[in-house]
């Protein structure tokens, strides 16, 4: 199969390329293989591809970046249950390998694609929101009535974690983005509150003017070093606050432990990808149940930012790179299409699907459609190395 790599093992976006022959994945015990339609980029591909990514990866996250995707079962391991068949269309999460063609997942972390959702769209899913509601609810145990803080509210985590904190009752929803547009689209997604913190615009007076300087009971932080003082102006009386990344930088500088004191903080943190497989199976069942049918019925929505086919990896990695996305990059995995045997196919489908896969049409969501229904049309495609 192909997969990306990164030329001479690490490098910036520019050594990113897509490498053929490398060796299928084989599907054993509970794992099914999957033909990837789509994956999702995620900061941890950056530090990884740049070889510094700060925690040990596990045997089963080998080289091949990407954590999320979406796709079609191929194959079944032989202690596979009955939850999902050959020729099922999935999304999941993994420990890495989602930038290829192919990938075996185990059948803890994939979910059936809702039809609502395109595979880019359901691509981008896993990651932010697993991490979201592992971050309001396992660790930040936000209860209904309850005040949040969501920092970098625009970024794929952020989206996911105001519509998740709004589902959960959430009484006022304060965050903090990068521009009037974010912060629109923040409010849109249902926060209360939208800083822009290139504004001038301190959120802590924010919070603190809104709760009648009681603080809130919970804050999601992303940002890490520059937000630390304002968060501790911002929490409650024994709230939590819960480190989920560290954007501008994890050493805080004169920081007095009284701040935790005074208020009984619970200065917490969590990683996802670190996590077992049995808690992550344990996030995708909580995300199943309380998320996933909010997404069927449109009331949470998916976060796609822009997507790319996967032979524009670099560029796609360079727009991660310049902060200036607004939720999730999405990547489509391209295929070039012969056909074999004896193929049904009338003038008019025949132009459509001869556009659709020789010329460079840059619209990808709608060929990815068109490529959809003809294959549901029944026509005998098969997919090829090219
Ligand atoms: N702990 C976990 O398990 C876990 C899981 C997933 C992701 N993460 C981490 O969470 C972070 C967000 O991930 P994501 O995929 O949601 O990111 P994303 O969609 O790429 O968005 C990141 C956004 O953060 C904002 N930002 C960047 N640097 C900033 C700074 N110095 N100060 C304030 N805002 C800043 C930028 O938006 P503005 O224009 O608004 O500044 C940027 O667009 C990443 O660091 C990622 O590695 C952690």
Request: proline residues 3%; contains cysteine.
């Amino acid at each position: 199969m192909k997969a990306v790599g990164v030329r001479n093992g690490k490098g910036d976006a520019d050594a990113l390329f897509i490498e053929e022959g490398v060796a299928d994945p084989v599907p054993t015990g509970n794992r099914v293989l999957i033909r990837i339609k789509a994956f999702g980029l995620n900061r941890m591909d950056i530090m990884q591809r740049e070889d510094r990514y700060p925690y040990p990866l596990l045997p089963e996250s080998g080289n091949i970046m990407g954590v999320e995707f979406s796709g079609i079962v191929e194959e079944k391991g032989p202690e596979c249950s009955d939850d999902f068949q050959v020729g099922d269309k999935v999304f999941g999460l993994a420990y890495g390998g989602a930038y290829a063609q192919k990938i075996t997942a185990s059948e803890k972390m994939i979910m059936h694609l809702p039809s609502n959702l395109s595979f880019e769209e359901a691509a981008g899913i896993p990651e932010t929101s697993f991490t979201a509601i592992q971050a309001i609810h396992l660790v930040g145990n936000l209860q209904p009535g309850q005040s949040v803080l969501i920092h970098a509210g625009a970024s794929g985590v952020g989206q996911s974690a105001i519509q998740i904190a709004k589902v959960g009752g959430a009484s006022k929803i304060f965050t903090t983005a990068g521009s009037d547009e974010k912060c629109a689209l923040c409010r849109s997604l249902g926060a209360d509150f939208a800083v822009n913190y290139r504004s001038g615009e301190d959120f802590a007076e924010v919070v603190k003017r809104e709760t009648n300087g009681r603080g809130v009971d919970l804050i999601i932080d992303l940002v890490g070093r520059d937000y630390f003082h304002q968060n501790m102006a911002s929490a409650a009386m024994d709230s939590r606050m819960v480190l989920v990344a560290a954007l501008s930088g994890s050493k805080v500088h004169d920081f007095d432990l009284r701040a935790l004191l005074n208020k009984r903080i619970w200065l917490l943190a969590t990683t996802l990808r670190t996590r077992s497989a049995d808690y992550q199976g344990q996030l995708r069942d909580l995300f199943a149940e309380k998320i996933l049918p909010h997404i069927k019925t449109g009331e949470v929505r998916t976060t796609v930012d822009k997507v790319y086919p996967w032979s524009q990896v670099t560029d796609a990695h360079k727009r991660l790179e310049s902060n200036i996305n607004a939720g999730k990059i999405i990547c489509v995995v391209e295929e070039t299409w012969v056909f074999r045997g004896f193929v049904k196919m009338n003038l008019y489908d025949f132009t459509v699907y001869f556009l659709v896969s020789m010329l460079e049409i840059r619209e990808w969501k709608w060929a990815t459609q068109v490529r959809e229904s003809t294959y549901n049309h029944e026509y005998r495609c098969v997919t090829v190395n090219y």
